[in-house]
């Protein structure tokens, strides 16, 4: 059982529509992450949270808006996507940011994202 | 910046057989070393995290190594059995949280 639930677990959605995904911890972590997984590529970290602030941006296209209103909850928020935008969005947590502290990551099972 | 790669990126053993998944790192400046794995359609589960001071992680029948200054780890999986089908992704962390390698596609046959 994971302590990390991401929702939905699959979306399509054309390239004009405006869709969130969600995440959700009960584990009282501090920090937060979006990571995508494409096919034959490695994970790629999108967006860091510490304690609700973003400390990171991958250098991610606007078209992806996360925003973290407590330290329990990561949404991403989507807005006209592209095809390639299509892979496996993950959400993580740990009790500080990775790096600063000697905590594993844990995650979730992901948003399987689909852009017709 | 950091560049993590696996090596072999495919892997199938009869079950019982030993084996050594290796893992190599550009930038030896790591905090920690994290390895997962990733059944498919799933997220990931977290295996074993080395920190930089450590050269070694056990649990079970994982033992996962670390020598920060040749940037490289292994994780040793004894016994193998078909339940670790799955793959297997290292990540070293320290300025950037974690980078990723692409994994070790490891089938283990009954």
């Known amino acids: 059982e994971t302590g990390v639930t991401q929702t939905p677990r699959h979306l399509v959605m054309g390239m004009t529509n405006k869709k969130s995904l969600k995440c959700e911890q009960h584990?009282?972590?501090?920090?937060m992450y979006w990571y995508k997984q494409s096919a034959k590529k490695p994970l790629e970290l999108m967006f860091v949270?510490?304690?609700?602030?973003?400390?990171e941006n991958n250098s991610v296209p606007s078209r992806f808006s996360p925003e973290c209103p407590n330290s329990s909850h990561l949404f991403l928020h989507l807005h006209t996507l592209q095809p390639e935008d299509s892979a496996l969005y993950l959400c993580?947590?740990?009790?500080?940011?990775?790096?600063?502290?000697?905590?594993?990551?844990?995650f979730g099972d992901g948003t399987r994202l689909s852009i017709l | 910046k950091q560049e993590v790669t696996q090596i072999p990126a495919a892997l199938s053993v009869p079950e019982g057989e030993n084996l050594v998944l290796n893992c190599s790192f550009t930038?030896?400046?790591?905090?920690?070393l994290q390895w997962f794995r990733q059944d498919p359609g799933k997220g990931l589960t977290s295996l074993l995290l080395?920190?930089?001071?450590?050269r070694e992680q056990t649990s079970g029948r994982l033992n996962a190594s670390l020598d920060k200054s040749s940037g490289r780890s292994t994780l040793y999986i004894a016994a193998s059995q078909p339940g670790d089908s799955a793959t297997y992704l290292c990540?070293?962390?320290?300025?950037?949280?974690?980078?990723f390698g692409k994994g070790t596609r490891l089938s283990v046959i009954a």
């Open positions: 080395i920190q930089s001071s450590q």
């Open positions: 584990l009282g972590h501090n920090a």
């Open positions: 930038d030896s400046a790591i905090y920690n």
């Open positions: 990540a070293p962390s320290g300025n950037t949280p974690l980078v």
């Open positions: 993580a947590s740990s009790q500080e940011r990775q790096g600063f502290s000697n905590q594993p990551q844990h």
């Open positions: 949270y510490n304690f609700k602030e973003q400390t």
